[in-house]
T-cell receptor
Framework: GAGVSQSPRYKVTKRGQDVALRCDPI?????LYWYRQALGQGPEFLTY????????KSGLPNDRFSAERPEGSISTLTIQRTEQRDSAMYRC???????????????????FGPGTRLTVL | KNQVEQSPQSLIILEGKNCTLQ??????????LRWYKQDTGRGPVSLTI?????NTKSNGRYTATLDADTKQSSLHITASQLSDSASYIC?????????FGAGTRLTVKP
């Protein structure tokens, strides 16, 4: 069956531009998570949603980062006025059950998408 | 300071051999511990998830153990295959967030 998909797979942009990264979770999955992974490092939690509600956004690095999931399915992570330090792999994950503890620490399995490689020149 | 330490950083073994990866943590309070496998260029894949009351869990040739008293976990891989070559990441959750280890890079050679 279809897994989590993300688009675009690769994005190169100039410093100062806005970018929007898309995540299509597995159909029917309630919770959706966003992570950022710099080269050679482990994933860094950014934010997550139960249905359309953003449960915790304290992991977002600053106010240039925002995420939405208006209909409880597809989610968009937007980075405004990109900076070179934003360059990383951005990964999305989804899980069937709602995460009941803040910052997505439920025991339900998370299924990850292939990620979007963002390069800011 | 990273509250999740994994060892070794990298490991090379021959196909068919067993190996054990370690994860020590200081995250408190403890909610659950996950092991992920991440192939190069791919997203992490969940192998096991354990809560406080579980001290061992298997997933095929992967067996994870958890000692919540000593705050140690291990991932044992039996009869390794070439496809086991990947990074293995330990993630420990408290009631507020998830802390990721740096991972162990496993290479299985024929």
């Amino acid at each position: 069956g279809a897994g989590v998909s993300q688009s675009p797979r690769y994005k190169v942009t100039k410093r100062g531009q806005d970018v929007a990264l898309r995540c299509d979770p597995i159909s029917g999955h309630v919770s959706l998570y966003w992570y950022r992974q710099a080269l050679g490092q482990g994933p860094e939690f950014l934010t997550y949603f139960n249905y359309e509600a953003q449960q915790d956004k304290s992991g977002l690095p600053n106010d240039r980062f925002s995420a939405e999931r208006p209909e409880g399915s597809i989610s968009t992570l937007t980075i405004q006025r990109t900076e070179q330090r934003d360059s990383a792999m951005y990964r999305c994950a989804s899980s069937l059950a709602p995460a009941t503890i803040v910052r997505g620490t439920s025991t339900d399995t998370q299924y990850f998408g292939p990620g979007t490689r963002l390069t800011v020149l | 300071k990273n509250q999740v330490e994994q060892s070794p950083q990298s490991l090379i073994i021959l196909e068919g051999k067993n190996c054990t990866l370690q994860c020590n943590y200081t995250v408190s309070p403890f909610s659950n511990l996950r092991w992920y496998k991440q192939d190069t260029g791919r997203g992490p894949v969940s192998l096991t998830i354990m809560t406080f009351s579980e001290n061992t869990k298997s997933n095929g040739r992967y067996t994870a153990t958890l000692d919540a008293d000593t705050k140690q976990s291990s991932l044992h891989i039996t009869a390794s295959q070439l496809s086991d070559s990947a990074s293995y990441i330990c993630v420990v959750s408290n009631n507020n967030d998830m802390r990721f280890g740096a991972g162990t890079r496993l290479t299985v050679k024929p």
